[in-house]
């Protein structure tokens, strides 16, 4: 890891790095915890080589992500020891997010050179923590359960990096899927008041960000407090979002069928705003295995209403997760996730062989899966997958999508940028481009991106 370390050089401030694993909300926490540590001197470094401060904001959804975090300490440990004997100030070591609110007293136990543990409802108590944590007194773990004291405590100013940004609106999860460890890692269901999340969209926009995705463990649960006092609905809320002055795109993820409402289907169809991606995972396509996982759906009325989406908007790129090997899947049972996928046609998707998690009741059933069947269950999943992947961006080639362009590509005058069906797209522009969307006419496609000649500048 250290290969490069050389002896301290003389500079100012402090220096901070954090590396994020898992989900999408992880990354929205760890751009909140280096706005945190912004005020107390600390700007962001490449490398935890260059840096003060290191963070490993942690998933616990797979087993092989929590035994990654306690490799990387490992490396940590070794990097800071090298790093004191060259001069350089001591390395704080981090261990943040859904790992550390499941495992913090054993983290630890196992790993003393950790410095600090911090859940993800509490990492807004760092900078008491680091201040503990530098006299050696008071805890060194925070795990409390109270997102509303964590956004209170959140700064109003965020940095920005970039033209679409993520903003948690909803965490935890009430649904209590048998595999599942967020409702034990992040806590019950909770949802940001609408107020709170406009202000910050707001600022948002006026720093030049252009598409917001709305996150939550189970965001169409989303029923914060709206402007009349009374709770709003998902669809409520992007309405409101919808008419902030700079916002050209709105997306939300993770959806959980069950909260599926009429009014959010409904603005698929007429707000123009909120693209046509929807991502909406269903697990198995095996009643007897979704009653297993306690899904509280079954494989027809996830299908029954993916078509009612695709009424309401009947260009909607659907996308979704699938777990392979579950306790007691039969390969009958596999088979009929495969049918259920041949029905849907997805757009994209995520599959996953199945993890036993620590805690939750699906660790705990017989008939586990021996290893060698789920991975052939996962490759046969996986090739049908990315086949309708190909082929739903093979269908955009004659298209002309409206593409908001965000960085340069790889090469000289090229910029990559994102479709309203979320693929990467490359075309030619300059720089100045960067933040506008603009109509591209699509001339080529692979699994990930599609390639295509810019038509106009556009908005």
Same mark, same amino acid.
């Given at each position: 890891?250290?290969?490069?370390?050389?002896?301290?050089?003389?500079?100012?401030?402090?220096? #901070?790095?954090?590396?994020?694993?898992?989900?999408?909300?992880?990354?929205?926490?760890?751009?909140?915890?280096?706005?945190?540590?912004?005020?107390?001197?600390?700007?962001?470094?490449?490398?935890?080589?260059?840096?003060?401060?290191?963070?490993?904001?942690?998933?616990?959804?797979?087993?092989?992500?929590?035994?990654?975090?306690?490799?990387?300490?490992?490396?940590?440990?070794?990097?800071?020891?090298?790093?004191?004997?060259?001069? !350089?100030?001591?390395?704080?070591?981090?261990?943040?997010?859904?790992?550390?609110?499941?495992?913090?007293?054993?983290?630890?136990?196992?790993?003393?050179?950790?410095?600090?543990?911090?859940?993800?409802?509490?990492?807004?108590? #760092?900078?008491?923590?680091?201040?503990?944590?530098?006299? +050696?007194?008071?805890?060194?773990?925070?795990?409390?359960?109270?997102?509303?004291?964590?956004?209170?405590?959140?700064?109003?100013? +965020?940095?920005?990096?970039?033209?679409?940004?993520?903003?948690?609106?909803?965490?935890?999860?009430?649904?209590?899927?048998?595999?599942?460890?967020?409702?034990?890692? +992040?806590?019950?269901?909770?949802?940001?008041? =609408?107020?709170?999340?406009?202000?910050?969209?707001?600022?948002?926009?006026?720093?030049?960000?252009?598409?917001?995705?709305?996150?939550?463990?189970? =965001?169409?649960?989303?029923?914060?407090?709206?402007?009349?006092?009374?709770?709003?609905?998902?669809?409520?809320?992007?309405?409101?979002?919808?008419?902030?002055?700079?916002?050209?795109?709105?997306?939300?993820?993770?959806? !959980?069928?069950?909260?599926?409402?009429?009014?959010?289907?409904?603005?698929?169809?007429?707000?123009?705003?909120?693209?046509?991606?929807? !991502?909406?995972?269903?697990?198995?396509?095996?009643?007897?295995?979704?009653?297993?996982?306690?899904?509280?759906?079954?494989?027809?009325?996830?299908?029954?209403?993916?078509?009612?989406?695709?009424?309401?908007?009947?260009?909607?790129?659907?996308?979704?997760?699938?777990?392979?090997?579950?306790?007691?899947?039969?390969?009958?049972?596999?088979?009929?996730? #495969?049918?259920?996928?041949?029905?849907?046609?997805?757009?994209?998707?995520?599959?996953?062989?199945?993890?036993?998690?620590?805690?939750?009741?699906?660790?705990?059933?017989?008939?586990?899966?021996?290893?060698? =069947?789920?991975?052939?269950?996962?490759?046969?999943?996986?090739?049908?997958?990315?086949?309708?992947?190909?082929?739903?961006?093979?269908?955009?080639?004659?298209?002309?999508?409206?593409?908001?362009?965000?960085?340069?590509? +790889?090469?000289?005058?090229?910029? =990559?940028?994102?479709?309203?069906?979320?693929?990467?797209?490359?075309?030619?522009?300059?720089?100045?481009?960067?933040?506008?969307?603009?109509?591209?006419?699509?001339?080529?496609?692979? #699994?990930?991106?599609?390639?295509?000649?810019?038509?106009? !500048?556009?908005?």
């Amino acid at each position: 890891m250290s290969t490069a370390l050389k002896p301290a050089p003389a500079r100012a401030g402090r220096r #901070l790095f954090i590396k994020t694993y898992g989900c999408q909300m992880n990354v929205y926490d760890s751009e909140r915890m280096a706005d945190i540590l912004r005020p107390l001197g600390y700007g962001m470094a490449e490398t935890p080589e260059d840096a003060d401060f290191v963070v490993l904001n942690t998933c616990h959804i797979r087993e092989k992500a929590a035994e990654k975090v306690y490799s990387e300490l490992g490396r940590l440990k070794a990097l800071r020891e090298e790093r004191l004997a060259m001069g !350089h100030p001591r390395m704080t070591i981090v261990v943040a997010g859904c790992v550390a609110q499941a495992e913090g007293e054993e983290i630890m136990r196992r790993q003393p050179a950790v410095d600090i543990v911090v859940g993800p409802q509490a990492y807004h108590q #760092l900078p008491e923590l680091i201040v503990r944590q530098s006299r +050696r007194t008071g805890e060194r773990l925070s795990a409390d359960f109270a997102p509303d004291a964590k956004f209170d405590a959140l700064p109003s100013v +965020r940095a920005v990096d970039g033209v679409a940004a993520f903003v948690t609106v909803q965490e935890g999860c009430d649904k209590f899927c048998s595999f599942c460890v967020v409702p034990y890692t +992040r806590g019950a269901e909770w949802s940001r008041p =609408v107020a709170d999340i406009e202000a910050e969209v707001r600022a948002l926009a006026g720093r030049g960000v252009r598409e917001v995705t709305l996150l939550g463990q189970n =965001v169409n649960a989303y029923n914060g407090v709206g402007h009349d006092g009374a709770p709003s609905s998902l669809a409520r809320l992007i309405e409101g979002l919808s008419q902030i002055e700079g916002v050209a795109r709105i997306r939300y993820t993770t959806s !959980h069928p069950n909260d599926m409402s009429e009014d959010l289907i409904e603005a698929h169809g007429s707000n123009p705003v909120l693209m046509p991606y929807l !991502h909406l995972p269903v697990q198995s396509g095996s009643d007897r295995v979704l009653r297993a996982m306690n899904r509280k759906h079954g494989a027809r009325s996830y299908i029954d209403l993916i078509a009612r989406i695709r009424r309401a908007r009947p260009d909607i790129a659907i996308s979704g997760d699938f777990i392979v090997g579950f306790p007691g899947e039969t390969e009958d049972e596999f088979e009929q996730t #495969l049918a259920l996928v041949r029905e849907v046609r997805y757009a994209s998707a995520f599959s996953f062989i199945y993890s036993p998690r620590p805690g939750t009741p699906a660790a705990t059933m017989g008939r586990q899966i021996e290893p060698e =069947v789920a991975r052939e269950r996962l490759h046969r999943l996986q090739a049908l997958l990315a086949e309708q992947q190909k082929a739903f961006n093979a269908d955009q080639i004659g298209r002309t999508l409206p593409v908001l362009l965000e960085k340069p590509g +790889r090469h000289e005058g090229q910029l =990559v940028g994102r479709s309203p069906y979320l693929q990467g797209v490359v075309c030619e522009g300059d720089a100045g481009l960067i933040g506008r969307i603009v109509d591209v006419r699509i001339e080529g496609s692979s #699994l990930n991106s599609l390639r295509g000649q810019r038509l106009e !500048h556009g908005g």
